[in-house]
């Protein structure tokens, strides 16, 4: 029987999680088929639902349901939990399990591609949504010895940031406008962009969320925005002489530890980096 997965989230427009998710089934030989399944917040239960059926193997979920799903599901395994979010879901003989493969994608591009290790490292992280959340807990359990949050909205990153304090002492949650907020980038080993500034076809394309006296030298600037592969932050990050890692990375290996948990296969990454690569240069 031919198997289904399917990504939930509102608009899907620009999503490319289904070009290289379907490259990497083809590349395999693998009778599954990857597709979109945009839903209104008044569907997505629905949809959810409809994952039991014995030819659905999962989905991926995204903006904004990432914690919307989460009441729907059977079973959380320990870090959605944690977390509170969900970024795949497992069709478990019609037990829908919960996953966030975010955090350990957001981890492994860090290491691996970055050549970054978080252990005793002070980090500001610039947002405080769901890729800010990921990060933020991901940063924690890797070992960052101080953590800053930095939000327009300032409650978000209170919240944020009182759900880290039981896991890390040093963390404070400020808004753009601190003073605090030079100190905090000058003393930083690692700057991640969590908020969409920058994305392409956002409100806020070709803007970086720092100006290039603000980024510090000796940090590494991480761009978790993937649209466009060199983002405004990074440019300036470039020119100001710092080290930089865009947000590529993240997203195949988020999506290939999702392909994992589907079919039990080792991911081609190198196959789902190319189509990765292919769809955003189009
Ligand atoms: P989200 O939950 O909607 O959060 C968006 C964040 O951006 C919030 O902190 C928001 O601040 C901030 N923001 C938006 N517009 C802003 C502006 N004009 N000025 C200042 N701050 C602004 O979205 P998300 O899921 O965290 O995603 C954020 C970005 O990360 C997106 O570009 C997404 O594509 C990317 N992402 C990448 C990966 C990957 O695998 N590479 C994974 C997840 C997300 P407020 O709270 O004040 O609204």
Known sequence: MSK???????????????????????YLGLDIRYEAWEAGPDQVQAVVAGLRLPARLGANVT??????????????????????AVNTIVNRGGRLVGYNTDVSAFLRALGKDGNFDPVGKQATILGAGGAARAASFGLVRAGV???????????????????????????????????GLKEALSASD????????????????GESPL???????????????????ETPLLRK????????????????????????LWTER????????????ETLRQ
């Not at 608009?11 to 289904?18: T, V, Y």
């Not at 993240?250 to 994992?260: D, I, K, P, R, S």
């Open 63 to 84: 903006i904004p349901y990432k914690e919307t799903v989460v009441p729907f599901l059977d079973e959380l395994d320990e870090l959605a939990q944690q977390i509170g």
């Open 145 to 179: 010895r101080a953590l800053t949050i930095v939000n327009r909205t300032l409650e978000r990153a209170e919240t944020l940031a009182a759900r880290l304090k039981p896991l890390l002492s040093d963390v404070v949650a400020i808004s753009w406008e601190n003073a």
């Open 190 to 205: 690692l700057v991640v962009n969590c908020t969409s500034v920058g994305m392409k076809h956002s409100a806020t394309e």
């Open 266 to 277: 080792e991911a081609p990454l190198d196959i789902m980096f190319k189509a990765a690569s």
């Open 237 to 260: 990050a470039k020119q100001a002489g710092t080290r930089t890692l865009g947000g590529l990375a993240m997203l195949v290996y988020q999506g290939a530890a999702a392909f994992e």
């Open 211 to 229: 100006d290039v006296a603000l980024i510090p030298k000796q940090a590494l600037v991480y761009d978790v925005v993937y649209n466009p592969v």
């Open 4 to 26: 289904v997965v399917g990504l939930i989230g509102y608009p899907l427009g620009h999503s490319i999680s289904a070009h290289f998710q379907q490259a990497a089934f083809d």
